[in-house]
């Protein structure tokens, strides 16, 4: 077998490869759609849901001189797991907070490799905030702790965390699949939006 042969031996496979990896990934986006409308919905329920609460004490309050107990808190957690799973969306939709002023002043390869890095120390990040938030949340739930104001875990409100963390880490490994294959990210309706806006 001559090296003529061999190259395209590797060039097939490596085809084959490239037309998996991109089938793959439309898998992935699909899944990841799905996810993000999912957390959509629930963060703006669960914001919804503490902006009533939240009004409602303050009528109750002003008008009426009574305070609901569980209001306050209840609205706190609302409030965390809508914020949590908000960052999930920004994740998914290139929104997250990032100092891009570098990125865009670099070109070629320099740009794709500092891309490359951020992408990758962004799962780092959230492959660590996931597994804290994790611990945390078993830790509260197995030594019994309860919300003050109604009898629920405050295993709850931790969990909001590593919920969050999953997606975020699915969503940026998505994301590096994305880079690799093409050297950028797939644009988004989402950010296109924002940046007409801008």
């Known amino acids: ?12 496979l490596t085809e084959r490869l ?15 759609d799905k996810l993000d409308r999912f957390a959509s919905v629930i963060a703006v329920l669960t914001f919804a849901a503490m902006s009533v609460i939240v009004c409602m ?3 109750s309050r002003f008008f009426f001189s009574h305070s609901f107990q569980w209001a306050e808190e209840m609205g706190r957690y609302l409030f965390i797991w809508s914020t949590m799973l908000a960052s999930a969306c920004a994740v998914h939709s290139h929104l997250n907070i990032g100092v891009d002023i570098l990125v ?8 794709f490799i500092v891309k490359l890095m951020a992408q990758i120390f962004m799962i780092l990040a959230v492959y660590i905030l996931t597994v804290y938030g994790a611990e945390q949340t078993m830790d509260v739930y197995n030594a019994g702790q309860t919300a003050t104001s109604f009898p629920v875990s405050a295993a709850i409100l931790y969990l909001s965390v590593p919920v969050s963390g999953v997606l975020m880490l699915f969503y940026s490994t998505v994301q590096l699949l994305e880079l690799i294959l093409h050297g950028k990210f797939t644009e988004n309706e989402i950010r296109d939006f924002f940046r007409r806006v801008a």
């Open 57 to 59: 004490q303050v009528i």
């Open 18 to 32: 490239c037309f998996n990896m991109e089938f793959i990934l439309k898998k992935l986006h699909f899944i990841e």
């Open 104 to 111: 865009n002043n670099i070109k070629g390869k320099a740009q």
């Open 1 to 12: 077998m001559g090296p003529s042969v061999t190259i395209q031996i590797i060039g097939s």
